[in-house]
């Protein structure tokens, strides 16, 4: 029963994004008295459709991206030298050196429109977060675990993975959500270079002045980010209840 309170904020959250997702004429209906559509533009793909687009590229990006994040801060929690550190940390940083849209100009004219670019872009975006998060828990471990398991003979490899990482799982799953939610966010810019997704009828509704049709992509987009957030502070939160037990 605690399980399923903490976890409903997340299901209302996905169910209010599958409504209006494939019933956002209710929602335009709820709207109509205050805000009315131009109908400027009309529709070449169906919402649905440029939901499942967003999510593809969100997935196709964050999950190679903490992987690859993932796997440097392994590395530079496990690196001798401050200069290692330092070039792994700056790899990391790379994408947030340069604002989103500037970044996706840039890289259009080698990549070309669509999916190229805008996947390249969020997929630097997303390293930092998760990157900085894994390393400061593995860094965070208190001395006196990695003092036991070396004196119960284990290996750096094997204190790495049977206490470093349990213990640092709580701001690794936060170095995560970030990534998505920024990911997420930021997936909506890559509309403007041809790559699809909900930010298509934000970027048409900006075009024509039509609310409605702003309101299309940014409510799906704003949910999804309260549900991945929601649903992954839940997992931290319960895996901080876990450490400390």
């Known amino acids: 029963m605690r399980h399923l309170k903490r976890a409903l904020p997340a299901l209302l959250l996905a169910a209010g994004f599958l409504l209006c997702v494939f019933r956002f004429d209710l929602v335009e209906a709820l709207l109509a008295p205050v805000v009315r559509s131009k109908q400027v533009f009309t529709d070449r793909e169906s919402l649905p459709a440029l939901a499942l687009q967003h999510l593809l590229l969100v997935v196709a990006t964050g999950v190679p991206a903490f992987l690859a994040a993932f796997s440097l801060a392994l590395v530079s929690s496990r690196a001798r030298s401050p200069q290692t550190r330092d070039i792994l940390l700056k790899l990391a940083s790379l994408g947030e050196t340069i604002p989103t849209v500037a970044l996706m100009a840039l890289l259009v004219p080698g990549l070309g429109y669509g999916f190229p670019p805008v996947?390249?872009?969020?997929?630097l975006y997303s390293l930092l977060p998760v990157f900085r998060n894994t390393?400061?828990?593995?860094?965070s471990t208190p001395a006196h675990l990695t003092d036991a398991a070396a004196g119960c003979g284990m290996t750096e490899t094997q204190t790495l993975f049977r206490v470093r990482l349990p213990y640092a799982a709580p701001l690794v799953i936060q170095g995560i959500r970030v990534s998505f939610v920024v990911n997420i966010a930021a997936a909506t810019i890559g509309a403007a270079v041809g790559a699809g997704g909900l930010g298509a009828p934000i970027v048409s509704g900006l075009r024509s002045f039509d609310p409605i049709l702003i309101l299309?992509?940014?409510l799906p987009v704003a949910l999804l980010a309260l549900f991945v957030d929601s649903g992954l502070r839940t997992v931290e939160r319960t895996m901080q209840e876990k450490?400390?037990?």
Do not use: W
């Open 135 to 139: 390393l400061t828990g593995l860094e």
């Open 243 to 245: 450490r400390a037990g």
């Open 119 to 123: 996947a390249a872009a969020l997929f």
């Open 216 to 218: 299309k992509g940014s």
